[in-house]
C-alpha cells in the first residue's frame, strides 16, 4: 500500500506560514486531500485535488503537489489553527486499491 | 444539508463482531454516485480508512482488516452499516462514517460525529 509520511509536529508563531508536508512516492501523480482535526471533534475537509478549497474555508488554507512531496500551506496562522492535519490519497498501485492516510501533523501555535 | 450520524453499541467484548450503522439524512444514499466510507482513530493515534462502498457496487477493504471486515449498504432505510468480527483490544477506537465523491479519487467531505467504541470484557 501507498505509504503517506508526515511530520509528527509543526511549530509556528501567530502571524506566520505553516507548511505541512506529506511525502509518498510520485504522490505529485494523485490528487491529495487535507484534513482538519480539532481534539474531540470529526475531520474536516480543508483543501481537496491538491490546492481547492471547500466552500467556508479561509483562503489563508493552500495546497501544492510536486514530485514526491505535497505540502499545506497555512498563511496567516492563527490561535484556531491548532489542530492535527491529514493528508489522504486513494492509492492504486498496489494489489489491493483503497483510501490512505498519512500519520498526521499537529501543528501547534507558539 | 446531508447529515451523517453513527450509532451502535459503545462496548464489544472480545471475540464478537462490532456492529455499527451510519444514518444519512438530508438526502438519499442512492438518489447520487457516492462512495460511502468508515475511517476510525484509535485513542491518541491518527485515522486509519476501514472501507468503502459504492450505493450500487462492490466495497472496497483495507487489506490489514479486510479477512474481518463487512460493509454494505441499505437504501430502504438510507444507511450503510459496518461489521468487523473478532475484535480484539486494539479495535478500540473512535469509528467515523464518511461521504466520498463519485470517483476513487475525491476526498471524504462530509463526516459523521463519530462514535466511541471500547472492545473490552
Known amino acids: 500500500s501507498h505509504v503517506l509520511t508526515q511530520p509528527p509536529s509543526v511549530s509556528v508563531a501567530p502571524g506566520q506560514t505553516a507548511r505541512i508536508t506529506c511525502g509518498g512516492n510520485?504522490?505529485?501523480?494523485?490528487?491529495v486531500h487535507w484534513y482538519q482535526q480539532k481534539p474531540g471533534q470529526a475531520p474536516v475537509l480543508v483543501v481537496y485535488d491538491d490546492s481547492d478549497r471547500p466552500s467556508g474555508i479561509p483562503e489563508r488554507f493552500s495546497g501544492s503537489n510536486s514530485g514526491n512531496t505535497a505540502t499545506l500551506t497555512i498563511s496567516r496562522v492563527e490561535a484556531g489553527d491548532e489542530a492535527d492535519y491529514y493528508c489522504q490519497v486513494w492509492d492504486s498501485s498496489s494489489d489491493h486499491p483503497g483510501w490512505v492516510f498519512g500519520g498526521g501533523t499537529k501543528l501547534t501555535v507558539l | 444539508q446531508l447529515q451523517l450520524q453513527e450509532s451502535g453499541p459503545g462496548l464489544v467484548k472480545p471475540s464478537e463482531t462490532l456492529s455499527l450503522t451510519c444514518t444519512v439524512s438530508g438526502g438519499s444514499i442512492s438518489s447520487n454516485t457516492y462512495y460511502w466510507g468508515w475511517i476510525r482513530q484509535p485513542p491518541g493515534e491518527g485515522l486509519e480508512w476501514i472501507g468503502s462502498?459504492?450505493?450500487?457496487?462492490?466495497?472496497y477493504y483495507n487489506p490489514s482488516l479486510k479477512s474481518r471486515v463487512t460493509i454494505s449498504v441499505d437504501t430502504s432505510k438510507n444507511q450503510f452499516s459496518l461489521k468487523l468480527s473478532s475484535v480484539t483490544a486494539a479495535d478500540t477506537a473512535v469509528y467515523y462514517c464518511a461521504r466520498g465523491g463519485d470517483s476513487y479519487y475525491d476526498a471524504f467531505d462530509i463526516w459523521g460525529q463519530g462514535t466511541m467504541v471500547t472492545v473490552s470484557s
Open positions: 462502498i459504492y450505493y450500487s457496487g462492490s466495497p
Open positions: 510520485n504522490i505529485g501523480s494523485k490528487s
